[in-house]
């Protein structure tokens, strides 16, 4: 049984046999950690016997991921110092003690040894506590890598790396204090430490005393006292604590942040039992507030973490994040009480974010964030809805088709929206999942995949072989059945050199992943060497950071053998890294402080709590935070923004929305005034008047709304959804500028305008269905793509419906079927893209309207009465490489009979900006458009182009220079374009083709 096994069974079972091998495992490491804290005196069992006591009575409390090792160490530290404090007022003792012999003979000590022992413990203790568990797993208990790596949930390389790491912090803590060592012979020091055993018949005494509770009252009060001087450390551990995470997150920043863990237990309090004091009620403000807002102070957030499901408690593991202007700091691990509710302590003036990464086994793990200016009330509360999660299984081969065991596979959601408290998210320490034997990995913790959503995806990691990066989209990828091919590929090794090619030893390479890795990751040793990898054979970036140089990007080509690049850095010459650069323009950025009321618009009485939203004047949005008894009050920094509005919402009201103010220094103040309502409930039932549950119940209006594939609907935008229950009742929070309801199921679908839609029965329209054949120039047209759009109208009287995304490709006879299609008007084109291996960007031929009857079906006949365009495209230059599919060529309808898109209002309002996208849209749909087949040696071909005017729209592009450079990678560089106007005269497919001869495109030098 592993340390884990055996607390669980002395906790559970109080199993004599489990403690008993727990002190065997542990003594001689607590015992020599006590012996270097109070010397070598009866003191040392004293405290030793207390460290287990401890650990009796909290083994409970220890979590599956807590590093038994490192949570004695720190036990050991506390009780040391308790003891030694006792030991110092009771002088008399102390002048006994030091005239009698000692029970223990001294150790004879190497020289090194006896100038590092002093101060090993301290050094340890300034140690992250992953660096502190992983040195004393390796050196302390002598496991092979391997070993540490498992224990610690990374691989084998990841742990040498972290080890290595963490002899270096060791070697330089050490050096401070006067010790100097080379690495190298501290390395030698931590491998050979002198041995140490515990007095014979100690394990004994402390295993009765434990087991049977008759440790003496002395051992009792000390291990008391340092249970309670640990839980009044780790709080005030956690209140000088800030994170920079608030300020990436208000600019809209989210990258990988370190993860800088901590596996010490945390004393949590019985808050099943704590009596909550009552909000302080907020000061009203009406009019600019003369004095500064309250700073932060001690706060606590009680959770309640419960399943979406039942409505049950769940007993879910707890990553809490508060770090500063540099990141976090460290991170602690909690456990909510078996109804559900924990307690964290928070509050510090310094403190920037509080991060809570909340997960429970077959649920969907999220994330909540709550910023610097909301720690001003003394209790925060949040009640966490856990999704049940879905299962995806599969098994990871190498090449050979060898099972790979021990990769990692990490899930990454569906990425951070800054609009809400709470989003799906993966933390490496609470949702591990590790191949088998037999190369198989099991999580059920994914989240359900409607229709196309996309977003997620998940990497394998494993030391010996290229990383796999495998996406997942709609509900078909939620499979079990999962199989992901690893590769060997090849490493890159070489030497970081400075000035005359001197070696840079103690260099940081990590790889630039433009996916925004995980990253492969390297220290140069003491000549300058080192090895990176393995990748795939391509090109890939390393960034080399050092001390007292500049950080350098290189650019590398990864092939079999790869080796001898030689990496060169430049000495810093004092000027302003990337980060320090972008934390002086944050810095420099102007705060603005925004404070008012809310109240209910009829009786005038403050709100009690309400959410309050920032909008940017690029229509993104931003929570700012909660709200409490009437008013608010909060410094808020405006880094990308140029003009603001706030909204606000309550639950039972209307949401408010302020004017629009321009971005500057000083307090802007607000009233709110809010109407009751803001909701709509109501009950889903078939034509035959059956509930129906689970059916998804969405939002659309302006700016967001949903996706429909076959009977699946998608949100866009953060458009509002929720699920209908067992008796198809369903009830729903408006968001501003909602236009209408729309209800998704198996068995039909409903749009319902939002003025009939609060407190109605909506009744589903069964799904239609569309067949019919694709013509090109009267013949079928085989292997067509074809898409399936909303019927965008000519006018704006009625709101459009969900954005439809059906695609499907014509058989060999050009014949086709779309399922589940909503009732009514929908729009069929054909698709053209690039390449058939391109995806990404298409166009769209011209439309054609099919009213679908509900439950039927609507025969159609896709095909455009015109004639045919030839001809041949010729560059003015040649492009080394370049293929005329590598972009889309347009021939476009010329329309002067619409009437130009109007413009209201201001441009900085997110409905304006809706308004003005959905006409644009609008017009879009009524243009025609057109798209040549093109050979690859130039010459195309148009068929079925209608009489009329047009325009031909040419563009010739590369790649980027740098496709691992993030501004250039998505996007290609123009070196050419052309517009050309042409005529079309009446004809058909039986009429000669029309002949456009050859058309150069002028092409600029690159």
């Known amino acids: 049984m592993n340390d884990t096994e055996l607390l669980h069974a002395w906790a559970t079972q109080r199993d004599e046999t489990a403690f008993a091998e727990l002190v065997r495992r542990h003594l001689d490491q607590v015992h020599a950690c006590a012996r270097r804290q109070v010397g070598e005196s009866p003191l040392a069992d004293e405290v030793a016997q207390a460290v287990f006591l401890v650990l009796a009575r909290k083994a409970g409390a220890i979590g599956p991921r807590v590093v038994l090792s490192g949570w004695l160490f720190r036990t050991t530290r506390f009780v040391a110092a308790r003891a030694q404090r006792a030991e110092q007022r009771r002088t008399h003792h102390e002048t006994l003690a030091a005239m009698q012999p000692s029970s223990h003979e001294p150790t004879v000590l190497p020289e090194h040894w006896r100038a590092v022992e002093p101060h090993l413990d301290a050094a340890l203790a300034a140690l992250p506590a992953t660096d502190r568990d992983a040195v004393l797993l390796r050196y302390f208990e002598d496991r092979p890598l391997r070993a540490v790596g498992e224990r610690l949930g990374v691989n084998e390389e990841a742990a040498k790396k972290r080890v290595s790491r963490a002899v270096e912090k060791l070697r330089a803590w050490l050096t401070g204090k006067g010790v100097l060592l080379s690495t190298t012979g501290l390395l030698t020091l931590l491998g050979n430490l002198p041995a140490h055993s515990a007095p014979a018949g100690l394990a004994g005494q402390i295993t009765s005393a434990a087991t049977a509770n008759t440790a003496s009252a002395a051992t009792a009060a000390l291990a008391q006292g340092a249970m309670r001087d640990w839980w009044l450390a780790q709080v005030r551990q956690v209140l000088p604590w800030a994170a920079a995470a608030l300020l990436l997150l208000s600019t809209g920043v989210w990258g990988w942040l370190p993860w800088t863990e901590s596996a010490a237990p945390v004393e949590v309090a019985d808050v099943s039992s704590t009596t909550v004091e009552p909000l302080a009620t907020a000061p009203t403000v009406s009019t600019a507030p003369a004095s500064l807002p309250p700073e932060p102070g001690p706060s606590k957030i009680l959770l309640s973490v419960r399943s979406a499901k039942d409505n049950r408690p769940l007993i879910a593991q707890v990553v809490a994040g508060l770090g500063g202007d540099r990141g976090y700091l460290e991170r602690l691990d909690y456990q909510t009480d078996p109804e559900g509710t924990l307690e964290v302590p928070v509050g510090h003036p310094d403190i920037q974010s509080l991060s809570l990464w909340i997960s429970a086994p077959g649920h969907v793990p999220v994330v909540a964030l709550w910023k610097r200016h909301e720690f001003v009330e003394s209790v925060l509360l949040h009640s966490c809805l856990l999704e049940p999660g879905e299962v995806l299984a599969g098994v990871v081969q190498d090449e050979a088709g060898l099972p790979v065991t021990g990769a990692q596979v990490q899930f990454t959601g569906p990425g951070m929206n800054r609009s809400d408290r709470q989003q799906i998210q993966y933390h490496p320490r609470l949702n591990p999942v590790t191949t088998d034997a037999q190369g198989n990995f099991r999580s059920d913790q994914l989240p359900v995949l409607r229709g196309n959503q996309s977003g997620m995806s998940y990497t394998v990691l494993h030391p010996d072989f290229v990383r796999a990066r495998i996406s997942l989209s709609g509900p078909e990828s939620l499979a079990t059945n999962h199989v992901v091919v690893l590769e060997r590929g090849s490493w890159v090794t070489g030497r970081v050199v400075g000035p005359e090619d001197l070696p840079v030893p103690g260099a940081g390479l990590v790889e630039v992943d433009p996916y925004g890795g995980p990253d492969r990751e390297a220290i140069s040793e003491v000549d300058g060497s080192f090895s990176l990898g393995p990748f795939a054979a391509g090109t ?21 053998g790869t080796n001898g690049v030689t990496l060169r850095l430049t000495p810093a010459d004092g000027s302003k890294t990337e980060w320090e650069q972008w934390k002086q323009g944050m810095d420099a950025a102007p705060t603005v402080r925004v404070a008012g009321t809310a109240v209910d ?12 939203w920032l909008n940017d004047h690029l229509g993104g949005q931003e929570l700012l935070g909660d ?9 808020v920094r405006m880094a990308f923004h140029r003009q603001f509005s706030l909204e606000v919402e309550a639950d039972g009201y209307e949401t408010a929305s302020s004017d629009i103010r321009p971005v500057q220094d000083g307090p802007q103040t607000f009233e709110f ?12 039932v078939d034509a035959k008047g059956r509930p129906i549950a689970r059916a998804v119940v969405g939002l659309n209006g302006l700016g967001f709304g949903f ?17 209908t229950d067992s008796d ?16 998704v199921h198996e068995a039909g679908i409903a749009q319902t305008p939002v003025a009939q839609a609060k407190r109605a029965t909506i009744v589903l329209q069964p799904w239609g269905a569309i067949e019919g054949v694709a013509l090109t120039a009267g013949r079928p047209a085989a292997g067509q793509r074809l898409s399936l759009h909303s019927w965008m109208s000519e006018s704006d009287t009625e709101p459009p419906g969900a954005t439809l995304d059906h695609h499907v490709t014509t058989d060999a006879q050009g014949r086709f079927r779309f399922d589940h299609v909503p009732p009514g008007p929908v729009a069929l084109s054909r698709t053209y893209k690039f390449s058939p291996s391109t995806t990404s960007i298409i166009g769209n031929g011209p439309r054609q309207r099919v009213d679908v009857p509900s439950g039927g079906v609507a025969e159609v006949t896709l095909a455009t009465a015109g004639r045919a365009l030839v001809g041949r495209f010729e560059l003015s230059r040649p492009i080394a490489g370049y293929q005329w599919r590598d972009d889309l060529q347009k021939l476009e309808e010329v329309r002067l009979d619409l009437p130009p898109i109007e413009t209201a209002g201001s441009p900085d309002d997110r409905a304006e900006l ?3 996208f959905r006409a644009l849209n609008r017009r879009r749909a009524q243009i025609r458009s057109f798209f040549p087949d093109i050979q690859p040696d130039g010459s195309f071909r148009m068929d079925d182009v209608p009489e009329g005017s047009y325009t031909l729209h040419l563009r010739v592009s590369v790649p980027p220079t740098d496709p691992d450079d993030e501004d250039q990678r998505f996007f290609r560089r ?23 001869g050859t058309i150069t495109i002028p092409v600029k030098q690159r």
Do not use: Y
């Not at 618009?601 to 309050?612: C, K, N, T, V, Y």
């Open 914 to 916: 809706a308004k003005q």
């Open 707 to 723: 996706f429909v594939r076959d009977h699946h609907a998608s949100s866009a935008n953060d458009a509002p959804q929720a699920l």
């Open 728 to 743: 198809g009742r369903f009830s729903i929070r408006l968001k501003l500028n909602t236009e209408s309801l729309l209800v």
């Open 673 to 684: 005034r809010l109407e009751r309502g803001g909701h709509a409930s109501g009950r889903v």
């Open 627 to 635: 709200g409490h008894s009437g008013s608010f009050d909060w410094p």
């Open 601 to 612: 618009a009829e009786s005038g009485e403050p709100l009690p709590r309400f959410h309050i």
């Open 540 to 560: 890939m970036q390393i960034k080399v950071t050092a001390d007292g140089f500049k950080n350098a990007k290189e650019r590398v080509s990864v092939v079999a």
């Open 974 to 996: 123009e070196l050419g374009k052309l517009e050309l106007p042409v005529v079309v005269p009446a004809g058909d497919f039986d009429d000669p083709p029309m002949d456009l």
